[in-house]
């Protein structure tokens, strides 16, 4: 898939901008504040409807302004589709695909895109919440079916912990805690069987694109279960993930597990008005040569296992839709060493589409097939 084109009104410092891609390499150059991070911003909000810089949408809304409005020409093969969002500062996001309402963040959506940013270090040396929602946003596109029992379990835990805030105050708010912890456990077991299975399918690009940037290290991957794991027993273990899709727990194993891990921390949880146990607390563990990526890998092999990361998951995406995402690489060729660089360069050269932004001019193997030049919302050829 390619974009052909991509209107901005009133995104962040863009009054009014209009840009035409071809299916090639397009370079954005400009200073710090021009705008260009935010290009790649729109056509990820396209594609996930979120940012990748994990702000909310008013943050994406021009000061004083009601609203943005994202408008983009995706191409797949031989069809065109036309996909509008109007994102307001305040209220909820409206889409449109061919001019008909689309669920905001749906999937599959028209537009695919893998992002590449400096932040992506906070994938390796971040918090547990990072690598979840890289799994989650990732595991929306290769399972879809998954997206409705992502979201039923954010609504059941929301429900149950406002029970927990409440207080138990009678027989009736005691059944209710007993229906959604049921129903909790079991949503519970289906998400983090497709992350668990989502890990494994994950692991091969992984490896091959950490080989391929640094042939020390082999990689190995963990997840990290809140509760006992049935595969190691006891309370927060790691279950080491096989590169054999299918081979990991089971989604009625993994429920049982947690319903229980509830019931003993009954009073607990009681006490401090929260759900102490479930996916929305688990974590993935990398290890490079056998040790903690996070703790112990230096700034050059977390770099490398971030980019690595973004790699395996663009390469698991083509496999599964058919069709390659458009890089979007946000002045990455600034943060990676030669080495780095090189294998990146190679990704770029063999994509259908990249859009990558510079404050100076990135690797000469890239050879855009067009350069445009941003000035705080305005742009022209550069030269």
Not at 44 to 73: I, K, M, N
Not at 224 to 237: F, H, K, V
Not at 302 to 326: D, F, I, K, N, Y
Request: hydrophobic share 40%; glycine share 10%.
């Amino acid at each position: 898939m390619w974009v052909s084109s991509l209107n901005l009104r009133d995104v962040r410092c863009h009054a009014t901008l209009d840009l035409e891609f071809g299916a090639g390499c397009t370079l954005l150059v400009g200073g710090n504040g021009a705008g260009k991070t935010t290009v790649l911003e729109a056509l990820h909000w396209l594609g996930t409807g979120r940012s990748f810089r994990r702000v909310p949408d008013e943050a994406l809304v021009r000061t004083g302004r009601p609203a943005a409005t994202v408008r983009a020409r995706v191409h797949s093969g031989s069809r065109a589709r036309v996909v509008h969002a109007e994102i307001p500062a305040q209220g909820s996001a409206r889409v449109l695909l061919d001019g008909t309402a689309h669920r905001r963040g749906s999937s599959p959506s028209p537009v695919q895109a893998t992002v590449f940013s400096p932040d992506d270090l906070e994938l390796v040396k971040g918090g547990p919440q990072v690598r979840r929602e890289y799994l989650d946003e990732l595991l929306m596109v290769v399972t879809p079916r998954l997206r409705v029992v992502r979201d039923d379990l954010g609504r059941t835990l929301r429900q149950r912990n406002a029970l927990l805030r409440r207080g138990l105050r009678s027989r009736a708010d005691v059944g209710t805690l007993e229906v959604l912890t049921e129903r909790f456990a079991g949503l519970s077991g289906e998400l983090v069987a497709g992350r668990w299975e989502l890990v494994a399918r994950l692991l091969p690009g992984l490896r091959a694109a950490v080989e391929a940037l640094d042939p020390v290290n082999r990689v190995e991957v963990a997840y990290r279960c809140s509760w006992e794991d049935p595969r190691t027993g006891g309370d927060a273990r790691c279950g080491k993930v096989d590169a054999v899709p299918g081979a990991g727990p089971r989604p009625a194993e993994l429920a049982e597990t947690l319903w229980t891990a509830l019931a003993a921390r009954a009073d607990l949880e009681a006490e401090r008005g929260l759900t102490t146990l479930g996916p929305h607390r688990d974590d993935v563990l990398v290890e490079l040569g056998g040790r903690d990526a996070r703790t112990q890998g230096s700034q050059g092999e977390q770099r490398t296992l971030a980019l690595a990361l973004r790699l395996a998951a663009h390469g698991l995406v083509t496999e599964v839709l058919g069709v390659e995402p458009v890089l979007l690489l946000d002045d990455m060729f600034s943060e990676l060493d030669e080495r780095r660089s090189a294998a990146l360069v190679e990704r770029v050269r063999g994509a259908g589409q990249a859009v990558i932004t510079a404050t100076h001019d990135p690797p000469r193997a890239i050879r855009p097939v067009a350069t445009i030049e941003l000035r705080a919302g305005s742009l022209s050829p550069a030269a």
